[in-house]
């Protein structure tokens, strides 16, 4: 079966720009977890969401925005960008209670 | 709050030698944990998870962990190392109920001739 789809894979903006990142779960899943990946930082849990619903989210500012729509795919946005957005963005998707997470391959935004 | 440390930022290996990753994690209850693998500019692909039982835990690719809640640690081994395992390695941490996971900082792995 497909596996997790991030769309796009790649993205370059300018600061002060806003970006709105897509990713489909695995067909069943029914939970999606952003993390932010930098050299720096490593992983860092974004959000998760499930039914649509904002369930967990980690420490980043507001201008980090997520949503969940009823077929479960789930984009997130960035406002207002900053150099330090640069990173690699990945998503995640799980049955609900397996805690077992399926990575996309995530999509590199680049803020110049 | 949980946490995971990986002490070993970059470890190189000959081909054919045997290979120990370390993960010490700190969490309250019984935790789920996990090792992942990322090859450059790629996603994160799951190795194995342990989540209770046997404490010796078998995944992909030849790869084992086992669980010590002694030590409160969960390395990763491999017998023999092949050139295709040179990649990074993070170590995880979760609990039921909860898809959020706390993530270790990595160890590259470095595969030589």
């Known amino acids: 079966k497909a596996g997790v789809t991030q769309t796009p894979r790649y993205l370059i903006k300018t600061r002060g720009q806003q970006v709105t990142l897509s990713c489909s779960p695995i067909?069943?899943?029914?939970?999606v977890s952003w993390y932010q990946q930098t050299p720096g930082q490593g992983l860092q849990f974004l959000f998760e969401?499930?039914?649509?619903?904002?369930?967990n989210k980690g420490n980043f500012p507001g201008r980090f925005s997520g949503r969940q729509f009823s077929n479960s795919r789930s984009e997130m946005n960035v406002s207002t960008l900053e150099l330090g957005d640069s990173a690699l963005y990945l998503c995640?998707?799980?049955?609900?209670?397996?805690?077992?997470?399926?990575f996309g391959q995530g999509t590199r935004l680049t803020v110049v | 709050a949980q946490s995971v440390t990986q002490p070993d930022i970059h470890i190189t290996v000959s081909e054919g030698a045997s290979l120990e990753l370390r993960c010490n994690y700190s969490?309250?209850?019984?935790?789920?944990l996990f090792w992942y693998v990322q090859s450059p500019g790629q996603g994160l692909q799951l190795l194995l998870k342990?989540?209770?039982?046997?404490?010796l835990v078998q995944g992909i690719k030849g790869f084992e962990a086992e669980f010590k809640r002694s030590q409160s640690s969960f390395n990763l081994r491999k017998p023999s190392v092949h050139w295709s395992d040179a990649a990074e390695y993070f170590c995880?941490?979760?609990?039921?109920?909860?898809?959020?996971?706390?993530f270790g900082t990595g160890t590259r792995l470095t595969i030589i001739p």
């Open positions: 995640a998707s799980s049955k609900l209670g397996d805690t077992e997470a399926f």
């Open positions: 067909s069943g899943h029914r939970s």
């Open positions: 969401y499930f039914s649509e619903t904002q369930r």
């Open positions: 969490y309250g209850a019984t935790p789920y």
């Open positions: 342990y989540f209770s039982g046997d404490t």
């Open positions: 995880a941490v979760g609990n039921f109920g909860n898809e959020k996971l706390t």
